[in-house]
């Protein structure tokens, strides 16, 4: 592996770590009781907009030119689907943290519609935990290097 993959593959490493806090709080803002009210609605909607800032980021940060997704698919071009699939979810994750700021931004009226926004956020910081997953294991099956299983 050529230095310039090796110093890019640190600032994934980095920014993974960010993205993992920021699941983090956004589950643990989701966990405190929906009674809470306004402090429940501000909590979520300050780890929601974080996550999907560090999100952001990992997708620059991946799909830059010359970055980790060009170096794969050069490198180990047998992985050129699973790149493509990596990359398509990108599109998915960012489209559906879009649709949930802007449910937030438009107001949740009752409790069910409250009810619904908790569940497909819960449900997206899962999607984002198998996509992890699935960068992690296409990373070490290209480079033989571990990004890190606590970031």
């Given at each position: ?19 993992g ?45 010359g ?11 047998r ?25 937030r ?47």
């Amino acid at each position: 592996m050529d230095e310039a993959i090796a110093s890019h593959l640190e600032q994934v490493r980095a920014h993974r770590a960010e993205l993992g806090d920021a699941m983090a709080a956004l589950d643990a803002a989701l966990a405190l009781p929906v009674g809470l009210g306004p402090v429940w609605r501000r909590r979520v909607r300050a780890a929601l907009t974080e996550l999907a800032h560090d999100l952001r980021d990992h997708v620059d940060l991946t799909e830059a030119p010359g970055g980790l997704y060009d170096d794969l698919r050069a490198h180990a071009p047998r992985l050129s689907r699973e790149v493509d699939s990596r990359t398509a979810e990108h599109v998915e994750l960012l489209a559906e943290v879009d649709r949930l700021l802007g449910e937030r931004d438009d107001g949740l009226e009752g409790d069910e519609a409250v009810a619904a926004h908790r569940e497909a956020t819960t449900a997206l910081i899962g999607r984002l935990v198998r996509h992890r997953q699935r960068g992690s294991d296409l990373v070490f099956e290209a480079y033989e290097v571990d990004l890190g299983g606590s970031g």
